[in-house]
């Protein structure tokens, strides 16, 4: 693996990189990554590396730093507010890092969950002890979080969403291509219940996984389950008993430690799923019911035992599902359980060692030019008619970017930690994260709210709040840098900016309006136009067949809103980066002209590898297409890059101009 930096010089290229034998009308992605690509292994503990991992490593590194300057603190319970948060952080990571004490307890934490598991007697003590299980973090029947409403975005409301089973989705339960998986998955099952003491592994194993499959055939696929028209389900409390008769929703509620109230109105996703796992809660599959509920709390609790069975976990999961073959290292999983409990404490100190405001400013510079285009673009369109236009110029307007940090930063008052009980943390952060989420009930929206952390290197939109949100740690290079030039900055994180935006005009985020509300504020023409355009984008996607795929191709109505966000943010961001120069010359910098630097930019930050495992699950599960796709076919289809680099017929990246797809 290549520990060289990246020396971007003043343009923000790293000119050392460019491979000059591979035409960037061929193939810029590799005409850009391809030295880093031919030289640089995967690490042994990643499925895939690239820069935004890099950038990740870094920030644990970083992270790493500021949990050890609070020295450990004893074993025992600390509570408190602020002042015992620096301790609390301590602790989470010193009960992680303890390897002794996790090996000699070995899985005798769960034991008294396993035991509890296997005394059911019937469908009412197992709806009673699955409800207890999950508010402690241990699984459930369902997938269930709290959001705001679609149909009325001023109210929080419970959303109940498919659940039940332990390979990545549906498909791999029924697709000849994951036979071989089936077969991992069900000798891992007996492996881990054998790990954890359970006598019987072997015939347990074949009852939970057949009951898992049984579960997973009336899941809804990965296509279907990204409609969020589909999706969307009011039922009130007797129309989810009704839909579901089999649970009795009352004691599963009353298990759990929530009010009925709670679920006077829920959002019943994918209600042929609902319904098909409640159809199995029959005390003829009790024996069943016991064998997946153990396998649960096993796969649950896995990463928080013994070293041997956190290991045993990592090598499904890790090697057979994605090809890694190392575990990351123990202080780096230390990290991510301390993140995953207070993210926001670490947070809060990460910005104030590694942020500099200036880049929030600029930043706020790049956002307005970003917005000033798509509503230049917008005003133009030649495919969407005036009563349209108003409605989407008028969610434009009401866009909110929040950039770096919070303004309000998350209360840990009511999180207890030990630095001498790893489990007992982790189901205290669960119980924590629980009643945080359920106290949101008939509250008013908290439009200050923040989805990932601060030290997080990614990006996302939320359709609900009709915002665009960019942590701190994805503001630095190769994505950005305050001192780079602007067609570099415009090419990187101006595309990011754009594709966020661009969310909230793809296929699922055009369905709700400025206020976050679902909506169709759409005339029938216009859709139908959209829809055109769409159509052919999914085509073009439905083709392509990565490197280590063995010819599997991409899911074009998968990938299709995340590919309307990266064409629509690179075009965008290219008509931005022309309004920031204002009528003046692009520089030529580096030897490299305006345009020549934006699209090496967008190159430069999609370098990724992938082994093929993980390349093959992620083109099942993954609403994202593969990196080199990313690059390449947005390209493609803008005139901007085939002016910039003159492409002609026959040249890999070219494209014909009736076939190429602009939208936004």
Known sequence: MSNEAPSFGKSGIDLNELDHAIRPQDDLFRHVTGKWSARTEIPADKARYGSFAVLAENAEEAVREIITTTESPAPGLIKGGPEAEASKVAALYASFMDTGRVDFLGAEPIWDDLERVFAISSVSELVKVTAELERQGLGGFYGMFIDNDPGDPSR??????????????????????????????????????????????????????????RIAASHWDTVASRDIQKLYNLRDFAGLQEMTPQLDWKAYLAAMGVPESAFAEVVAAQPEALSGLAELLTEEELPAWR????????????????????????????????????????????????EGAMGEAVGRLYVEQHFDENSKA?????????????????????????????????????????????????????????????????????????????????????????????????????????????????????????SWDAATNFGAIGAVIGHEIGHGFDDQGSRYDGDGKLTDWWTEQDREAFE????????????????????????????????????????????????????????????????ERFFLAWAQAWQQKSRPEETVRLLTIDPHSPNEFRCNQIVKNLA?????????????????????????
């Open 156 to 213: 929080y409301i419970v959303f109940v969403m498919q659940g039940g089973i332990g390979l990545p989705d549906e498909s791999y339960y029924r697709e000849d291509q994951f036979a071989e998986v089936r077969e991992q998955y069900v000798a891992h099952i007996e492996r881990m219940l054998t790990l954890a003491g359970v006598s019987e592994a072997d015939r347990l194993a074949g009852l939970a996984f057949d009951l898992e499959k």
């Open 291 to 338: 064998a997946w509920l153990a396998w649960a709390v096993v796969r649950a609790s896995a990463s928080l035992l013994s070293q041997e069975i956190s290991k045993a976990n990592f090598d499904f999961y890790g090697t057979a599902l994605t090809g890694a073959t190392e575990q990351r290292d123990r202080w780096r999983r230390g990290v991510s359980f301390v």
């Open 362 to 482: 600029a930043m706020d510079e790049l956002v307005d030019h970003l917005i000033g285009a798509y509503r230049e673009s917008i005003e133009s369109l030649d495919w969407m008619g005036a009563e349209t236009r108003e409605k989407a110029l008028e969610k434009l307007s009401k866009f909110t970017p929040k950039i770096g940090y919070p303004v309000k930063w998350r209360d840990y008052s009511d999180l207890s930690v030990d630095a001498g009980d790893l489990l007992g943390n982790s189901r205290r952060v669960a119980e924590y994260e629980f009643n945080r989420e359920l106290s949101k009930i008939g509250k008013p929206i908290d439009r200050d709210e923040w989805f990932m952390t601060p030290q997080t290197v990614n990006a996302y939109y939320n359709p609900g709040m009709n915002e665009i949100v960019f942590p701190a740690a994805i503001l630095q290079p190769p994505f950005f840098d305050a």
């Open 532 to 595: 055109k355009l769409t159509s052919a984008l999914i085509g073009q996607y439905n083709a392509l067949s990565p490197e280590g795929a063995d010819g599997q191709t991409v899911n074009g109505e998968l990938t299709i809103g995340e590919n309307i966000g990266d064409l629509s943010g690179l075009e965008i961001a290219w008509k931005a980066y022309l309004r920031s120069l204002a009528g003046a010359e692009s520089p030529v910098i580096d030897g490299l002209t305006g345009a």
């Open 640 to 664: 901007a890059f085939h002016e910039a680099y003159a492409t002609k017929p026959g040249d890999g990246l070219y494209l014909s101009p009736e076939e190429r797809v602009s939208i936004w």
